[in-house]
C-alpha cells in the first residue's frame, strides 16, 4: 500500500470510519467506546459473546462472537478498518491471537493490541514483570499477518489503580493506610482513563494516511507499528498522598503509614508468582515500576503535545479514583457470587 492518499483508488476515504472494539464494557474499553462515539466520527462494534452481562453505551453496535469459533470472529470483523484489543489479564491464553488470526482474515489493517501499559521498548523492565514477551509476540503475530499496529504506552492508569488497594499505589481507603515505597518519593508517569480514552479518539480521527509528499500534517500514519506515549502526571506518592488529603479533608494523623523496601516488596511478590500464586501480580508489577531507576518515568516521549491532549487536574483526578473504590469492590463482589 501507498504510504500516500493520492495514489489509493477512488473509493479510499482517508479515514477511519469502522472501529471494531473488544472488551467495550471494560476497565478502559468502556472510556474508549464512550471517546469514540463522542467524536461523531466513527461507527463502534462491540464483540461482544452471547452471555456477556456488560452494559455498553447507547450507539454501539454489538457483533455476537464465540472466541472458539473463529468464523464467527471473522463475520465480525468483516469490513472493519481498526480492531482495539482491551481484555483483563484473566482472559483464556491464546485469546489474544485467536482475535488477530480472525482479524488478518477478515481483511482488517490496523490493530491496538492489549497493551496500555509501560514503555514497550524498555525490555529490563517488561521483561522483569512479565509482561514484555507476550505483548512483543503479540505484536510480532500482528506484522507477521500482514497488519499492522499501534500501542498505548500510558503508565499505570492513575484512577483505578489510586482505587486498587494497597498491592496498587499503596492506599486502602477502608482502613485509611498506606504503605510508601522506600520514602515515597520516586515519580512515575501515570495516565488517567480519560486521557488514555481520549487518546485513542484523537489517533483515529487523524487522516488515516498524508494526501502527498508535500503534506506535513499528523496522521495516523505517523505512528504505524509504534508506541504512542501519554502521561497525565509524573507524580510520587507523597504527592498523591497531599492530593488524597485535600480531596478528603484529613490529615497525617488520620492515616496509617508504613514504608517498604521496593526491592524487597517486589521480589517477594514475584516468588509467589513464580509459583502460581497470581493475587500477588499487582503487587510485584507496581513494585518493579517504582524501582528508583527511572523505569516509570515517560516524560521524555510524551506525545501530549502532539496529539494536543488536555492538561488534567490532579485533585479531580484523585476524587474520581476515590469515588472508583466503592464501584471495584461491587465489582469484586458481583465476580465473587
Request: proline fraction near 3%; include cysteine.
Amino acid at each position: 500500500m501507498s504510504k500516500y492518499a493520492k495514489d489509493q483508488s477512488a473509493d479510499f476515504k482517508n479515514t477511519i470510519e469502522r472501529v471494531a472494539i473488544v472488551g467495550a464494557g471494560g476497565t478502559i474499553g468502556l472510556p474508549i467506546t464512550k471517546a469514540l462515539l463522542k467524536t461523531g466520527k466513527h461507527t463502534v462494534t462491540a464483540l461482544s459473546r452471547k452471555d456477556s452481562g456488560n452494559k455498553l453505551p447507547e450507539g454501539v453496535l454489538v457483533a455476537t462472537v464465540n472466541y472458539n469459533d473463529e468464523a464467527t470472529i471473522v463475520a465480525a470483523l468483516k469490513g472493519q478498518q481498526f480492531l482495539i484489543i482491551t481484555m483483563a489479564p484473566t482472559a483464556p491464553k491464546g485469546t489474544h491471537s485467536k482475535l488477530v488470526q480472525a482479524a488478518a482474515k477478515a481483511g482488517v489493517p490496523y490493530v491496538m493490541p492489549n497493551w496500555y501499559a509501560a514503555d514497550i521498548d524498555n525490555t529490563k523492565l517488561s521483561g522483569g514483570t512479565f509482561l514484555g514477551p507476550q505483548d512483543q509476540a503479540n505484536r510480532n503475530e500482528i506484522e507477521s499477518l500482514g497488519m499492522q499496529w499501534i500501542t498505548m504506552c500510558c503508565g499505570f492508569w492513575y484512577d483505578y489503580s489510586l482505587a486498587g488497594g494497597e498491592s496498587r499505589f499503596g492506599f486502602d481507603f477502608s482502613t485509611r493506610s498506606l504503605t510508601l515505597y522506600d520514602d515515597g518519593n520516586t515519580k512515575i508517569s501515570t495516565s488517567t482513563l480519560s486521557q488514555v480514552a481520549g487518546a485513542v479518539a484523537k489517533l483515529l480521527s487523524l487522516n488515516e494516511l498524508p494526501k502527498d509528499e508535500h503534506d506535513l500534517n499528523l496522521t495516523l500514519s505517523t505512528f504505524f507499528n509504534k508506541g504512542v506515549f501519554i502521561r497525565s502526571f509524573f507524580i510520587s506518592q507523597n504527592e498523591m498522598f497531599e492530593s488524597v488529603k485535600r480531596v478528603t479533608g484529613t490529615t497525617d494523623e488520620n492515616w496509617t503509614i508504613t514504608h517498604e523496601d521496593t526491592t524487597r516488596r517486589y521480589e517477594t511478590a514475584l516468588a509467589q508468582v513464580k509459583v502460581g500464586n497470581m493475587s500477588q501480580f499487582s503487587k510485584m508489577l507496581y513494585a518493579r515500576v517504582f524501582y528508583p531507576d527511572g523505569s516509570g518515568d515517560l516524560s521524555d516521549k510524551s506525545q501530549n503535545e502532539l496529539l494536543a491532549l488536555p492538561n488534567e487536574d490532579l485533585d479531580q483526578s484523585t476524587t474520581a479514583g476515590i469515588d472508583l473504590v466503592a464501584e471495584l469492590d461491587s465489582r469484586v463482589e458481583r465476580m465473587a457470587a
